[in-house]
């Protein structure tokens, strides 16, 4: 074998066995180890550098191989990464405006609940209120019944006695002839009273009537507040309802929401295990693959013959080191 072919051999291999140290390459390292047990184990005389060429080759091809793998992998992980991130996100949001939606009906409901309990306490005065008003009407009734009804019974007897004593008196009576000024003035003082009775009763009624009025105007007042509140306890205590059955859907979906974020969660976890707590990135690991590939070429080009020329016009011939 020629010196050159030694030395294309050596410095094949002192190429490989620095660049395994340079890239802190165990794999790189083993195949110089490899490719020196093969140069001292000679090769046959067609091709002496067949068995070392090979070792090269086979090397170039699987760290090809493996760059492909990793290629493939990180267009896994970065599809993975980032659709898991983009539900994470719609998740999260879905989330938050459920949780939005729960406190805004939740503070609704509170207060129609409030309004309502406040138009019960209204309406409980209220009832209280025409229950007192029915029961002094019906006092006042029974009142001007009794003391209109004696009214009158006093008017009908004063009006009576009138009629006997001025029947009485109009007879051509000579007996009675000298008590005409006592009956004149008995008669006159009858008179007054019938006055003051009729007078009374009038007064009696009047009275009666404006307190019918104002019962019936009040009762009637009554009423349609009674009606209003009423209509509208039954609207908010419907509308009070029918937020607690949106606000227990909303919290049965936010539960299906957190339950689906905490699966994309737990397999987020997993993902970024698998591709992002790696002790170095992809592109480190490219550059030094692709590093590990062009050195591997060179110690191949030097092999082949290509080299040779070249390591020996620029003198950079290195002694063999051996292992």
Do not use: W
């Amino acid at each position: 074998m020629s010196s050159g072919a030694d030395l294309a051999k050596f410095e094949a291999v002192n190429l490989v066995r620095d660049l395994a140290q340079k890239q802190k390459s165990a794999v790189l390292a083993q195949l110089a180890q490899r490719m020196a047990v093969a140069i001292r184990a000679g090769g046959s005389e067609s091709d002496p550098f067949g068995k070392v060429k090979d070792l090269i080759r086979n090397m170039i091809e699987k760290l090809l191989s493996e760059g492909q793998a990793d290629a493939t992998e990180k267009a896994f992980c970065d599809k993975e990464l980032a659709e898991t991130e983009a539900k994470q996100s719609d998740k999260e949001s879905a989330i938050e405006k459920l949780s939005t939606q729960i406190d805004s009906m939740s503070a609704r409901s509170a207060k129609l609940k409030e309004e309502v309990a406040v138009l019960q306490k209204e309406l409980a005065s209220l009832a209280r209120a025409q229950a007192e008003m029915d029961k002094l009407r019906a006092e006042e009734k029974a009142a001007f019944d009794t003391n209109s009804a004696e009214m009158e019974k006093g008017i009908n007897g004063v009006k009576m006695a009138l009629k006997v004593l001025n029947e009485y008196y109009a007879k051509e009576d000579k007996a009675h002839a000298s008590a005409d000024g006592a009956g004149g003035g008995i008669i006159g003082l009858l008179e007054v009273c019938e006055s003051d009775f009729t007078k009374g009763l009038a007064e009696m009624t009047a009275a009666e009537q404006t307190a019918v009025s104002e019962y019936d105007k009040t009762s009637k007042e009554n009423a349609i507040t009674k009606a209003t509140k009423e209509q509208d306890v039954k609207y908010k205590s419907k509308s009070a309802k029918g937020l607690d059955k949106d606000t227990s859907e909303a919290n049965a979906d936010r539960a299906g929401e957190q339950t689906e974020l905490d699966a994309v969660n737990e397999y987020y976890k997993g993902i970024k295990a698998r591709c992002i707590a790696k002790p170095e990135s992809y592109a480190d690991r490219a550059a030094a693959r692709e590093a590990e590939i062009a050195g591997l070429k060179e110690a191949l080009e030097i092999l082949q013959g290509n080299g040779v020329a070249l390591f020996q016009s620029q003198k950079r011939f290195l002694p063999f080191k051996r292992a």
